[in-house]
């Protein structure tokens, strides 16, 4: 890919974005946001997640 289809491709993707109306953008955002995992998912993927069930079984 060319650094001229990259800003062709960058240009068409901002124009898109500001075309759309303000509410739209921000139902997009929040829809973004709640189908984000757990800050502690994110930041530190399986580790949590097998802790906690470690845990939960030491427990049971």
Request: proline share 7%; hydrophobic share 30%; charged share 30%.
């Amino acid at each position: 890919m060319s650094s001229n289809d990259y800003v062709k491709y960058m240009t068409e993707q901002i124009v898109e974005y500001i075309s759309q109306p303000k509410e739209a953008r921000e139902e997009i955002k929040n829809e973004r946001k709640s189908n984000r995992p757990p800050f502690l998912y994110r930041w530190f993927g399986m580790i949590p997640l097998a802790l906690t069930s470690m845990f939960k079984k030491q427990q049971s």
